[in-house]
C-alpha cells in the first residue's frame, strides 16, 4: 500500500520547512487546521502532515510503498492515533474519520513514484525531488 512516510530529506529547502517527526512514521492530516492561516504562516498547519507515531509533523514527506501494510491495519493505526490524541474517546467513534483519513492519504500518494519527495502547499501538493528507492 502506498503512504506518505516522514523524511528528513530536502528539509531546509523552503526557509519554512521544519520537521519533528520520526522518519519513516505514517503520515495523516491533522483533524483540524487554522482557518486563518497562510500556507507559510507559524502554525505550520497548511503545509504539514502529522506522524502517527510521534503525533509531531513534518513538513516533508516521501512516498514509500509498504507491501505488508493492509487497509485494515492502516485504519486501526489512524484509529488509535486519533483517540492517544484525544480526538475521540474510543477507536469505534474514530473509525470514520479513520477512514476519511485513510482514503485522502493513500489517494495522494498513488499520484507520485516511490521514492518522491512530496511537499503540500495549502490543498495542493507536488514533488520536491525524486530519490532512489530507501528500504
Not at 32 to 50: Q, Y
Not at 57 to 63: A, S, V, Y
Not at 103 to 120: C, D, F, L, S
Request: aromatic letters at 8%; hydrophobic letters at 40%.
Amino acid at each position: 500500500m502506498k503512504v506518505l512516510i516522514a523524511t528528513h530529506l530536502t528539509q531546509g529547502e523552503r526557509r519554512s520547512d521544519f520537521c519533528f517527526t520520526i522518519d519513516g512514521e505514517i503520515l495523516i492530516r491533522a483533524v483540524e487546521e487554522c482557518a486563518r492561516e497562510t500556507v507559510d504562516g507559524s502554525c505550520g498547519c497548511r503545509r504539514s502532515l502529522v506522524g502517527l507515531d510521534s503525533s509531531r509533523t513534518t513538513t516533508t514527506f516521501r512516498c514509500a510503498d509498504i507491501a505488508d501494510l493492509t487497509l485494515d491495519q492502516l485504519l486501526d493505526k489512524i484509529a488509535a492515533h486519533l483517540v492517544e490524541n484525544g480526538w475521540f474517546e474510543t477507536e469505534a467513534a474514530a473509525f470514520v474519520q479513520a477512514r476519511f483519513q485513510a482514503n485522502q492519504i493513500t489517494k495522494i500518494a498513488e499520484k507520485y513514484p516511490e521514492g518522491a519527495i512530496v511537499e503540500r502547499r495549502g490543498e495542493r501538493y507536488g514533488i520536491r525531488r525524486y530519490v532512489a528507492r530507501v528500504r
